[in-house]
């Protein structure tokens, strides 16, 4: 791998690029894996600086850890989708129910639907019921219900359907498109 790395240097120097220009940004490496003991890799070295070993990066806006198991995602995410709830609950009040929804759907959904297509696994039920507690949430401060009221009741008045329905709609959607991507590459 380092090999490899001295050849993009040299492909770089060659056609007069520059890699990590700026050297606060250093390059940075992780490694994906689900093994309970850590196998040691030999250090990897880009414009003559050593590759920072990290256990998680972001990517499109999608929190990525060495184990796959989204946490952090998670956290970030909870974080994000609190901010709105708490915004829909001081407006409760003030604002429309349809605005509220409006307010949810807009801001606040989003973020609990971003990117479920790659972090929906079974390993992963703990972040789906974590999910699934935070729209819950957003229920109760649009309806101004008590916590321990129906979920059920409560998406049924609210038009909601759960994440996991949703993330089961948007998975079959992105198969038939990836059907139809195939079919189209093999009828030409």
Known sequence: MNMDLIRINQWAYQWKMQ???DPL???QEIIFSRKIKDIPHPSLFFNECEVKKVSSQKHLGLILDCKLDFNEHLKAVSAKVCK???LIKKLNHI????SLLTIYKSFVRPHLDYGDVVYDQTFNESFHSELEKLQYSA???I???IRGSSRDKLYQELGFESLNLRRWYRKLVLFHKI?????S???S
């Open 179 to 183: 059907t139809l991507i195939a079919k």
């Open 19 to 21: 890699f990590n220009p």
């Open 84 to 86: 709105g709830i708490g």
């Open 185 to 187: 590459y093999s009828n």
């Open 95 to 98: 604002v429309p129910r349809s």
């Open 139 to 141: 229920a109760l401060a």
């Open 25 to 27: 940004k250093q390059a």
């Open 143 to 145: 309806t101004g219900a």
